[in-house]
């Protein structure tokens, strides 16, 4: 499966945009770019993803290299609901097997 | 609230036994899938089932095993515990089909085992 890196930690203050970085240099023509979140003591949960375009939701934006190596998710205004462990996952585009790999994630913390 | 509802919330057992967890898929969602989460191994995938059979499997112990019903509720059993077993134990629905390009998977609030 192809890799995805990004910081362990970063810190936001509340309001303000928060650029979370993913990189996956590795990815194949066919990966979807997935974001989840996972809150304090709860299941993961769903942001955004994306193939090539940037997408925009309720919840974020996603904004993805032109050469797809890398992609940004986009919170643009911080609130300290939105503190999490932002996961960057690559999802295959065919198969019937769609498990997600999780990596170690980037701990989003939000000053007030 | 994601809608996939997981029993029971938290187990306390002791080693060597067995216990069932039970997850119910959001309505209208044919995939199941199941995570462990431990402190050391973050989350792993253990098994996927599809409309009652078997998808994929990941790092899933022979101890454990797994079923989807024609109700599409899951349950996943885990026998001779360790202590190394206690974990989160998170299940997950999609709601496309295998044939789609891509789903989004909702997750459960977990089961918290915990092997005394």
């Known amino acids: 499966d192809a890799k995805t890196t990004q910081p362990n930690s970063m810190e936001s203050n509340e309001e303000e945009p928060v650029h979370l970085p993913c990189n996956h240099s590795t990815i194949s023509g066919t990966d979807y770019i997935h974001w989840y979140r996972q809150l304090p003591s709860q299941g993961p949960e769903y942001v955004i993803h994306?193939?090539?375009s940037n997408v925009n939701n309720r919840m974020a934006s996603l904004a993805i290299a032109e050469d797809r190596k890398s992609s940004t998710l986009i919170l643009h205004r911080a609130t300290l609901r939105d503190a999490a462990v932002y996961y960057c996952i690559l999802s295959p585009r065919s198969g019937s097997a769609r498990q997600l790999t999780f990596g170690s994630g980037t701990q989003l913390t939000v000053l007030p | 609230d994601s809608g996939v509802t997981q029993t029971p919330k938290h187990l306390i057992t002791a080693t060597g036994q067995r216990v069932t967890l039970r997850c119910s898929p959001r309505?209208?969602?044919?995939?199941v899938y199941w995570y462990q989460q431990s402190l050391d191994q973050g989350l792993q995938f253990l098994i996927q089932?599809?409309?009652?059979?078997?998808?994929a499997k990941g790092n899933i112990l022979e101890r454990f095993s797994a079923q989807q019903f024609p109700d599409l509720h899951s349950e996943l059993n885990l026998s001779s515990l360790e202590l190394g077993d206690s974990a989160l134990y998170f299940c997950a629905s999609s709601k496309k089909n295998a044939g789609a390009h891509t789903d989004t998977q909702y997750f459960g609030p977990g089961t918290r085992l915990t092997v005394l």
């Open positions: 089932y599809y409309n009652g059979e078997e998808r």
């Open positions: 994306g193939l090539t």
């Open positions: 309505s209208g969602d044919l995939s």
